[in-house]
């Protein structure tokens, strides 16, 4: 990737709204932005991608402001291994990708293996090379001054995915399919919690989480079983207020995000990013509908102590409120 190309992908601190309060306008002409670039595959290709363009600016000028106003990321004298333990490298591409789970990083993983020379075609990655990062680097197994390095050059990614959305699609991946590890891991100790009266073969196989139990779990302050990437909050997975990424895709838009990306950092003209699902591929993906239906199941003080775990991230990314008794 040429430098000018570099260039035009970053953002300084300078340039974004930093220290302005987060308004009511800015969102809306946010939300206009997204709308009309979303809606634009009529126009002609130049003004597509200046749209493209400035709904970029607009993402990073909004995180910008909710980070300023709430402060996060103030006072970080230094930036730890554990801070960048989700971010890939690719050092041809000089591209970083944060890996959320459940925003299409599989897919994302296959790209970058293509962009290093590993794969011809992200086609030929089976899932379980694409899940466990075969052939990648973790930006967290450099030393300080080559983690610093990247962090100043390379063209920092990130992809997010509406925060119930996201749950919901953890929740149906991983507990209503068969699961050698988050059955016994997670489902054991959930069920023993939180379901009165369970069985001898729940409480032996952890199967049968129901969504409840799970939301449960998530909002219990002493959990019988920690945290995990596929539903921590992205403000905390990612530190987006500390790692200032230059470009931020949303799933509900990603391929158009994706592919925006990779011609702008100059990536193969045959290499466009992967629609595939190959993991419970007949399974529906999880849509506004069913997220839904699954927080249907829940109490409005449920529903409100999900939203209230998941607030920075819907603040970050312009999700609007999912439920109207939200507040």
């Not at 073969?201 to 799970?214: C, I, M, N, P, Y």
């Not at 500390?242 to 895709?249: M, R, V």
């Not at 920075?312 to 507040?327: E, I, V």
Request: charged share 25%; aromatic share 12%.
């Amino acid at each position: 990737m040429s430098d000018s190309t570099a260039g035009s992908l970053k953002v300084s601190l300078e340039d974004s709204t930093v220290g302005q309060p987060v308004t009511k306008r800015h969102r809306k002409l946010l939300l206009k932005t997204n709308f009309v670039a979303s809606g634009s595959a009529g126009k002609d290709e130049d003004q597509r991608l200046r749209w493209l363009a400035r709904t970029q600016e607009s993402r990073r000028h909004l995180l910008a402001d909710v980070c300023a106003k709430y402060q996060l990321g103030i006072g970080e004298q230094r930036i730890s291994q554990r801070q960048v333990s989700r971010v890939y490298v690719e050092d041809r591409s000089r591209l970083l990708y944060c890996e959320v789970p459940k925003a299409g990083c599989s897919n994302w993983k296959r790209v970058l293996m293509v962009l290093g020379g590993s794969a011809a075609s992200t086609r030929d990655i089976p899932h379980d090379a694409a899940h466990y990062a075969n052939g990648l680097r973790r930006l967290e197994s450099y030393g300080h001054a080559g983690i610093i390095e990247r962090l100043q050059s390379y063209t920092k990614v990130l992809f997010v995915r509406e925060p119930f959305e996201r749950l919901v699609s953890a929740f149906r991946d991983k507990f209503e399919s068969p699961n050698s590890y988050y059955h016994p891991v997670f489902g054991r100790p959930i069920i023993s919690r939180y379901r009165a009266n369970a069985t001898s073969v729940a409480l032996q196989t952890g199967a049968g989480v129901t969504f409840r139990e799970f939301v449960q779990y998530l909002l219990d302050v002493r959990r019988p079983v920690g945290m995990d990437i596929h539903w921590e909050p992205v403000s905390q997975l990612c530190n987006p207020c500390l790692l200032w990424y230059n470009f931020i895709g949303k799933f509900e838009s990603l391929q158009e995000d994706a592919n925006f990306l990779l011609r702008r950092i100059g990536a193969p003209a045959n290499l466009t990013f992967p629609d595939f699902k190959d993991r419970n591929p007949l399974a529906e993906r999880t849509s506004s509908r069913i997220t839904q239906r699954y927080f249907e199941q829940l109490n409005a003080t449920e529903r409100q102590k999900t939203f209230d775990f998941y607030y920075m991230d819907y603040l970050m990314f312009n999700y609007p409120k999912p439920f109207k008794d939200l507040h």
